[in-house]
Structure formats: C-alpha cells, structure tokens
C-alpha cells in the first residue's frame, strides 16, 4: 500500500531564506508525482508535476526533483517571500489503473517571516 | 479559462439529512475527481469519473455516491449524514485520459453536519 510522507510538518524561516521540502513514497512504482499548494480554507493550487521518466522541473522560484528509487522528491523554494506561507502538499499517482487517485501527503505547513 | 467551480462554498446539514454538491470543470476535461479533506484523516480519494462512468472509487461507505453527466459536470451526493462527514469536499479535473495527469482542484465545499 502506499503510503506518503512529508517531512516536517511545519516550518518557519525568515523572508529571503532557500528551503527545501521532503516527500517520500513507499511504491516506487508511480506514473507521476504532483506539489500543490494550499491556503487556509482554500482549495489546492497545482505548483509542479513530474511524471515517472522525469527527475525534476522548474517553474520560476520553484524546483522539485524525483528519485523513484529512493522514493524522494524535494521541492526547493529560492528566495522565500511572505506569499509563499502556505501548506504545501505532495501527491503520487501510482501506476496501473488508479485514475483519480492520487494518495497525499499530510502536507508541510510553511511561515515565512517578514 | 474558468477554473473548477464547486457549489455551494459552504453548508451546515444535521444528522440524517442528506446532501448535494456539485462541481463544473475546466472547460474542454472529463475526467473528474473527488476528495474529501479532514484535519484527521487529510485528502482521501472519494471517487473519479471519465465520460459519465465511474471509474475508480475509493474506501468510503455506499452513503458517498456520484455521477458525472454528459457535459462533464459531476455531484456527490451524501446519505444519512453523520458528524464525522463534516469536512472540506474538493473536485479536481484534469484533461487527460489513460492516467490522471495534472489535476486542477476547485475551492471546495466546506460541510458542516450538526
């Protein structure tokens, strides 16, 4: 069964700090791995998506990478700003007919201080 | 592009009453998901369709029911209301068709069940 883990729950940093955030997956056997991002009482904002072949991608501020074999993926955050306090969540889809069902994290709950 | 709209935002039901909620994707994706997110328990997977059929459900009592019309459109609905249904139930689309891809999530239908 696979199982997700994030890896601190929470974190503070102050404004301007690089960080990084750890997902790990049990099943190495994944078609993709996606990092969403959520605000309070808000829905989930989709950040990064790296599919099974990948081993990171890049959107502005934002790098994730994928090591299937270890079962790691990090999100790292350069220059961290105020707007990026948030929970971050990490989601696997794994392979072989489980559409829809991507199994999360319990999320990584991130302060960045002014 | 619109994003996924969820209807209604927010809604307090009591013990034994039953509800419906609804949610438009993104225009032009069939396949819809389902989650519901407890502070507990975090996202579980309710269930996902594709093309008006369901085609994965996940571990949640025959109360969670769902359909998907002919315009891609899809309800929950939940029977028999119990306390610990209370929860943040979020609807994701995504475009693609084999496998999940990137999934886009709506703001949520925060229920509260007295």
């Known amino acids: 069964k696979q199982e997700v883990t994030q890896i601190p729950a929470a974190l503070s940093v102050p404004e301007g700090e690089n960080l990084v955030l750890n997902c790990s997956f049990t099943?190495?056997?994944?078609?993709?791995l996606q990092w969403f991002r959520q605000d309070p009482g808000k829905g989930l904002t989709s950040l990064l998506l790296?599919?099974?072949?990948?081993r990171e991608q890049t959107s502005g501020r934002l790098n994730a990478s994928l090591d299937k074999s270890s079962g790691r993926s990090t999100l790292y955050i350069a220059a961290s700003q105020p707007g990026d306090s948030a929970t971050y969540l990490c989601?696997?889809?794994?392979?072989?007919?489980?559409?829809?069902?991507?199994?999360f994290g319990k999320g990584t709950k991130l302060s960045v201080k002014p | 592009k619109a994003g996924v709209t969820q209807t209604p935002r927010y809604l307090i039901k009591t013990r034994g009453q039953q509800v419906t909620l609804s949610c438009s994707p993104i225009?032009?994706?069939?396949?819809v998901s389902w989650y519901q997110q407890t502070p507990g328990q975090g996202l579980q997977f309710l269930f996902e369709?594709?093309?008006?059929?369901?085609?994965n459900k996940g571990n949640f009592p025959g109360r969670f029911s769902g359909r998907q019309f002919s315009n891609s459109r899809s309800e929950m609905n939940v029977s028999t209301l119990e306390l610990g249904d209370s929860a943040l139930y979020l609807c994701?689309?995504?475009?693609?068709?084999?496998?999940?891809?990137?999934?886009?999530f709506g703001e949520g239908s925060r229920l509260t069940v007295l």
């Open positions: 790296i599919q099974s072949s990948q």
């Open positions: 369709y594709f093309s008006e059929t369901q085609r």
């Open positions: 994701a689309s995504s475009s693609r068709g084999a496998n999940t891809g990137e999934l886009f």
């Open positions: 099943d190495s056997a994944i078609y993709n």
């Open positions: 989601a696997v889809e794994v392979s072989g007919g489980s559409q829809g069902n991507l199994i």
């Open positions: 225009s032009g994706h069939r396949s």
